[in-house]
C-alpha cells in the first residue's frame, strides 16, 4: 500500500488527517470511509492504548478507503515507538520534541540500522510489505515526525529540523500558545502565534520538508492549507460527534 | 434516578433520544452529554451486544447527564430482554412486533410476576433502586415498547394497542415501507406511510399511550414532534459522526 | 479432571458452591482459590455473556484449585447450551424450567446422540477429556440441573424429575417466592416455602438426584445442608465483596 | 467486493474455506491471507460471539486478501442471523436444519422483503454495499446455507432442498455419523457415510445448488472436490496451529 | 465534580480511600457505592492498564457516589502521568520517588504550565470541568502525592517535601520495611517503622500537606487515621473479596 | 509450580520454548498443550500488551501442561518489569541490552531488596507462591535474560555477562545480523555469525549461565540444541498457523 501522505507531499499537495480519540475498531473503520487521506491514531491525549491502536489500524485497513494509517505515540519512548511501527503505522508523530538530541532519539528509535536502532520484528506490517521487503523500505516508507509544541522547541527549531531522517513536524497550537503564557486554544488568531506558524512554514520549506498542523475546524484547516500547511488535522472523531449531535438535538427541539 | 420518558409522557411532552451503534463506553459517554432526554442502546441493528450494551448503560451514567438508559433487543426473547433490564434499562424497545401474542410475550418477559414471568435478579438495575425497592417498583417504572414496522403489525394494531402493559409503540420507518414493498428508507413522505403514521398517532393517543419514530434528521424529527409523536431518535451516533466527518474532509479541501 | 460435584453427590455429599457475576478472569481465578468445590458463571442475572464465561472458566482452571466449572445459562435455548458446554461446563444449571417438556428439553440440549441433539465440536472442553474421549463420557460427566423456581415448576414437579437425564435441581428462593405472591427474597423463613423445600428434598431423594438451594449467607447455606441440600451457593462474588468493603469503610471511619 | 463463493459456485468450480475458531482480530488477518477463497467465522463450536465476528469481520477485510466472509450462526434464530448479516457476512452457514420448515425459516430469517422478514439496518454490511445498494442486491449475494447432518435432515433432504432461497448445504460428518449411532468423526472412510455424500451431491446438483463438507485434513479435501464438493473447510485455525505446534516441539527435541 | 480529597484536606479530615486491582468497570461500579471518599485504581500492582483504568473510572462515576477517582501509576514516567490525568483522575499516587529530583519530575509531569510541562488535551477529564473551564483549575485541583517507601526517601525527606506542587506523600509499607533489610508486610508494629511514620507525619503536617498509608485491616486503618494520617486505603477490593469467600465457604462447610 | 526452565538448565538440559504473539487467552491456552517446556509472551513485537499478558499467562496456566510462563518485555524499563513480575513471569527476556549498564538496571528492576529495587505487591503471581512465601523466592526462582543482539553488546559480552543475577541471554538473531550491516533473517548460516553463536556459548558456559536462541524452524532449532544452546524457540504461534494454513490451501487446492 502506497503511503499517501509521502506521496502527496511529493506532489506538494497537503493531505487532509483524521484523528481517532475513540478506542473502538468499528467506529475507525466507519470514520476512515469519509475520505481522509490518513488517519491517526492518537495515542497522547485520545483513549486508545497499543491494542485499541492495532484494532483502529485494522478498522482503517478493512474500510478499503486506503488511507494511510499514522500514529501519535504518547511520549518519546522506543518501546511504543518500535511496537506501533511493527503494528503498520506509516507514520509516528511524536510530542514535545524540544531538543535536536529528542529529535535524533526519535529517528534512532523509528529507524532500522544503519540510520537508527529499531529491532526487527514488524509482526503486522510486514505481512504488507511491499515486493522488496518491508525491512528494505521501511525506513524510507515511514514518516518521522515531532511535534513542535513549546517555546524551547521553538528556541532549536533549527537544529532540530537539521537532524536527519526527520520527515515533517506537527504543530500543537495549544501546547505552543500554553508554553507562551497564552490560553491554550484551536484556530488562533493571535498574531504572535500565527508569526511563528510563518516562520516554522518557511524552516521547513527550505528543508524540503512538510509541516502540519492541528485545527478545531474544516474553515481553519481550508485556510491552513492555503498558508502552506501540508497535512491538516480536524479535531477528533469524538469532537466532531458531539458537535453533530448537540446540533442535532438542538434542531429536533426546534 | 427518575425515568424521564415515563415523566415527559405523563407531562404529554415529547423525548428527543439518542441511539448508540459503537460498542464503547467512552464514545456513549460523551455522546451522552449532548442533551438527549433518554439514550437507546441499539443491540438489534448497533454493532452492540449484551456486554457492551452494559459498557454504554456505564457510560450513560458516567456523563452525569440524567440521560434515560433504554435499549432496542436484537429479539423477542426472554433470555436477553432480562438480562438487560437486569443492567439497568429503563426502557425495552423490541423489533417486530406484529401479533398481539408477541407483544403478551414481551410485557411477560419484562414484568415481574403477577404481571409477567421476569426472574429476580438486578444485578446492576437494582444497586440503584428506589427507597421501596426495585423489585416494587420496577413494573411501574419500566417502559415497554414494542416496534410496529411490518404490514401485518398495522393490520394487528388495535389487538397489540390493547395488550395490558403496553407502554408506547416504536415505528421502524425503513422496515415497514418495505414490508408494504417500498423502497426502505428514513424521513418518508410517501402519503402512505404518513397516513399510516396518522392513525398510529390516534390509536395511541386514544389509549393514553406514546408513539415515537425513527428520524434520519433533525429536521424531520422536529416536524414528527409537531406531528404528535412522542419519542424521536436521529439516526445514531456513528451516523452524526460520519456524517460530520464527510462534510469536514469537503469543507477542509476547499 | 474429576467433575466434584459428581463425585461428591455419589457419595452423598454436599458441595459448596461459588457464583460468579463479575466477567473477568482474574478475579474469577482469584475467587476460585478460596475453597469452592465448584464454580457457577452466572449467565442469567450475572454480568456475564458468553466469551466471558469462558474466560472464567480458564480463571476457575488456572487457579489449579480443582475447583469444578459450571455455568447457569440465560434461558433454555439450544444454541448457548451447547456453546457453554463445548467451553468446558461440567454442568449446567438452567432457569424457569416449569414443565416436563422443558426440562426434556434441556435435556436434549445438553447430551450427544442418542441421548439427546447436541451437537458435537468441544472446542475447548475436548482438549481436556478422558483418554476415552471426551464425547464418550460427556453424557454421563456433564451435570443437568433445571431451576425450579415457580409455582407451576412446584405442581409439575413429579413429571419433572421423572425426565430421564436430569441430575439434580436447583432452586431460586426469590423467583418461588414470586411467583407465590410472596415478596422475594434469599434466606426465607416462611414455613410454606420451608415446606415446599422439604417437598423437593423428599422427592428428589426418592429419585436419587439431588437439591441445590441459593443462599444469602454462609450460616443459611450451613443449615441448607444439614436440612438435606446437596449444593449450596452463597451470594456472589461481587455480593461478598460489596458487603465486605461496606463493613471495611465502617470500620475504618470507627 | 465480489462474493468469490458465489461467482465460484456459477462458475461450477469449488472453494476452499477457511474456518476462525479464535476471537481475535489479528488471528484472522494474518490466516486470511493465507489464500484461502472465503473465511468463515464459527459461532457455533468456535470460541466466537457476535461482537468477535465482527473483529473477524475486519480482520479478514484488513488482510485486503478478498476473502468472503461468512458465519456459521450458533443456532437457526432470527436475532442473530440479522446480526450477522448487519456486519456484513455473504453466507450464513446454519446448523441442524432438520426439516423443510426449519430451512423456510432460515430463509425468513436472512432475506429482505418480500423474500422474507429480514429487519433493515446494515450497520456495516450497508457501508461496503454496491452502487445500486446494498438492499436491493443482499437477498441475491447473500448465500444461505443450511447444515445437514442428522438421520431426520437425510430424510427430509428433497424437501430441504426444494425450500426457495437456498443456495447451497454444508455437511457437518461428525454430527452425521453421530446421528446414526456411529462414532463422531471428521475424514470418513466408511462407505454408509460416503453413500450419503454421494446422494447429497446427486440431489444438490440436480437443483443446481452446491454440497459443502468439512474435513480434518487438506488431502481428503482434495479428494472432496474431485468427488464434486463445491466448498471445502479444513479443520479450523487453531487445529493448524495446534499440529504444527506439536509436529515442531517433536522435531525441536529430535 | 468536588474533589473530595482535597476538601476533607482542606478541613483537616481524613479520607477512607479505595482501591481497585480488577480491571473491570462493574466491579468498580459496585465497589464504589461501598462509602469510600475516593477510589484510586491501582496500575503498579493491580491487574490494571490505561484503557482498564478509564473504564474504572466510568464504573466510579457511573456509581453516582461522588467518590474521588484517584491513580497510582505504574512509574514515574510523563506519558502515563498525562494519560491517567487526561482520563479524569484527580490525584496521582507515584511509586517510588527516592530524591527530590523525581519528585520534581513528577509534579512537572503532572501540571500545565508553567508549573509544569503537562500537555494539554483532558479528553474526558475536559468533559467534566468546571465552569471556569478544567485547564484553568487543573493544576489546584488535582493532588499529587509522591509514595514514600524506601531508605533513600526517608533520608531525602525533607527535601522531597519542599518540591513546590506536593500535596501529599502515601507510604507504601511492606516496601519501605523492605528496603530496610525487614520482612515485606503491612499493618507493622516494628517500633522502628512506626517511629518512621511519627517523622513523615511530623514533617507533612510542619508543611500543612497530607500524609497517607496503605494498610491491610479497617481496624488498624482506623487506628492510622487517630494517629494523624490523612489518608488511608484497605487492602483492595479483591483482597476484601477473597477473605470474604474464604471465610463463607468455612462457615457454610460448618 | 517448579521452574521448568530453571530445573532443567540446573541439569544441564535444553528446554522447547513456545512464543505468543496473539493476544487471546483460548489461543494461548490451546497452545500450551502442545508439548514446550515454557511459553513466553512477546510484549515487543508480538500483538500483546499487559493485560493480553495476563490473559495468556491464564491461558498457560488453564492447559495444565506445566508450562513455565515467561514474558519478553518491550523494553529495558522498570514499570513493565514489576508489572509483569506481579502478573506471575518466572522468567524475564529484555530486548536490547547492549552495555553492562542496562544489564544491571535489568537485574535491579526485577529482583526484590537487597538484590534490587522490584516494589513488592505481586498480585497474582504471589497466590501461587511456595510455602515459604513468593517473596522468600522470588529472586532465586525468577530467571533474569538479557538479549544480545547488537554489535555493541557483543563488545560488551564478558562485561554483560559478568552483572550478578544475569541467569542466561537470549540472542536475537535477526537483529544481531542487521546491526552488523547483513541482511536480518533466523536460522543463519553466515559463518560470521555462527562464531558469535560459539563465543556466546563458550562465554555463557565458563559462567554457569545459559544461552538461548530464536530459530524460524524446527530443524534448525534441534541443531542448535545440539550446538550448546539451552533454550530454543520456534517462530511464534501465529507463525506456525500462517505456515500451516497455506501447505493447507495448496493441498487441498492440488
Redesign the interface.
Known sequence: ?PNKVKEAWKAGKAV?N?WL???????A???S????DSVTVDM????Q????C??C???I??S?SGATPMVRV??N????V??VL??GAYGVIC??VNTPQEAANLVQYAK???AG?R??????AG??GSAGGY?ATANDEILVIPMI??KQAIENIEAILDVPGIDGIYI?P??LS??Y?L??KLDVEDPFILDIYEKLLKETSKRGIAAGLH?GT??Y??RM??MGFKL?T??N??G???????????????
Open positions: 500500500m487532509v483524521g480519540a475513540i478506542p473502538n475498531a468499528f467506529s473503520e466507519m470514520y470511509q469519509c475520505g481522509w497522547q491525549h485520545g483513549v492504548d497499543y491494542l485499541s492495532v484494532a489500524f485494522q478498522g485497513a478493512a478499503g504518547p511520549w519512548e522506543p518501546g511504543i518500535g511496537k511493527d503494528a510530542p514535545m532500522y540500522p544503519p536502532t529491532s526487527n520484528g514488524p509482526i503486522r505481512a504488507y525491512q509544541e513549546t500543537g495549544s501546547d500554553f508554553s503564557g490560553t491554550p485545527n474544516p474553515e484547516a481550508n492549507i492555503k491538516v480536524i479535531a472523531e469524538v466532531l460527534m458531539v458537535a453533530a449531535s448537540k446540533n442535532a438535538v438542538k434542531v429536533a427541539r426546534g
